[in-house]
């Protein structure tokens, strides 16, 4: 299942939202800067979220090599 | 400095050298060659001479010295020293209390007999693959001062590179041992995840931290590696493993060990001298097989994603005080991986998952794996953009791109130093199964046997 890329306007968005909910003060100047790595995230999460996983496959935040 | 650390403790172990005159030695180095290098962001000359002083005093007392001994490292600036702030190159940790206790593998190489002589620069708090660092300056390629190092171990990279210690330590996340090593063209050494002890290091993404040595020698790493081994309680994360030590199987060779070359995404990406380079020791291992490693760019892609936002919870409270004292480069990726839906990461770490079976299961019919370490030759400092198979892209996210992959689930790799022509150095990761150390230094010592890897050191600041 794909989403469409997010969009700019999309990102910027994003943060907009979440900047009061994470209470980090913001300067307006990194709001462009940190929108494109919100876009270069969701493309990356797009890659992995694309592969169909079987509900019994285990999370791995505690790993064995 | 251009003694091995083996040499170094052979001629301590057997009198003809002093540790006292091995750490003046590397002080006197340092002091000459890292205002051009900028390798250093602490040197702890006194500590470092009380202890040659004190292992010397030991020695003519006709106490048998350890394995390491006299032997002059430096870590990466997120390792505890004690009396100093565990910076992790950041301006904002500098004003922690100092460290009191040394993080465990200094103590573990300075109980082998080792000297630490200093703290190294990094990139910010390790979310760099660069060696840049927007409050200590660049951290500079001793090929050619005006290149990068790598990063985010970029001191240590340079460190070694440049000859100024024979052993330094690094930590890999993502890479950041791999790269530098690979662009100043320097051995390097992640074990596998959950080998050695994490305890008394800054974190930087729990689920992918690695620390590891770099050196200019297979038999160096092998040295350093097994005097780290060992189960730590102070480490929550690591593995129940008993120490496995490889000294004495780096000279077993390649013979016997099935090899093959990384096709597919590991393939392509990247510039003809990085596919050279695989080559040539792919031509001296006599090597003609293939394997394709599955879904490599989907591993980086939930590499990345993990990464930033665990690194965004990790910093969320600074975030929160002191957003403006962050390298912006930096600041802005954590502000970003904060917005990361929790879905998206739980996914990512099931994938991690998936990704892992279908990689342990290669190893049925492989030993070990050789893929290039960088996609390209350490860039010029400061450049922002480089051009991978006619495509413009972003350098610093793309350094990473074949190294994330294997760091993602935990691989042990050495990165080996090879030059397929005259240019800059160039790294050729040797992968094995989790555990087999051994046989990524088999491998990595066979093709320094034959001399295709090798790591001259980088006198370019000199010129």
Known sequence: MTSPPLTD????AVVDAMIPLLGIPMAPEWRDAVAANVKATAAAAALVLEVPLDDAVEPAPVFRA | MTLSAT????????????????IADALDGIAARNPALN?????????????????????????????LAGVPFAVKSLFDVEGLPTRAGSRINRDRAPATRDGALVRKL?????????????????????????????????????????GSSG???????????????????NGSIRVPAAFCGTFGLKPTFGRLSRAGSY?????????????RSVADLALAYDAMQGRDPDDAWQAERPIEPVAGAVEAGADGLRIAVAGGYFARGGHPECFAAVRVAADALGLAATVEIPE????RAAAYVITAAEAAGLHLDRLRTRPGDYDPAVRDRLIAGATIPTAWVHRAQRFRRHFQERVLALFEDVDVILAPTTPCRAPRIGQARMVLDGVEVATRPNIGLFTQPISFIGLPVVSVPVRPDAGLPLGVQVIAAPWREDLALRVARALERAGVASAPIGTADHA
């Open chain 1, 9 to 12: 306007e999309a990102a910027g």
């Open chain 2, 7 to 22: 040499d170094i403790a052979a001629a301590v172990a057997a009198g003809r050298l002093t540790a006292t005159t091995a």
């Open chain 2, 39 to 67: 390798a250093f962001t602490d040197v702890v000359a006194g500590r470092a001479r009380a202890k040659a002083a004190a292992l010397d005093a030991r020695i003519a007392a006709g106490e048998t010295p350890g394995p």
């Open chain 2, 110 to 150: 300075e109980a082998a007999g080792a000297i630490l002589v200093g703290g190294l620069n990094m990139g910010e708090y390790a979310y760099d693959f660069t060696g840049e660092n927007a409050h200590d300056g660049p951290s500079r390629n001793p090929h050619d001062p005006a290149h990068m190092t790598g």
């Open chain 2, 155 to 173: 001191g240590s990279g340079g460190a070694v590179g440049a000859g100024l210690v024979p052993i330094a330590l690094g930590s890999d996340t």
């Open chain 2, 203 to 215: 974190p930087f993404v729990a689920s992918f931290d690695h620390l590891g040595p770099l050196s």
């Open chain 2, 296 to 299: 490599a760019a989907r591993a």
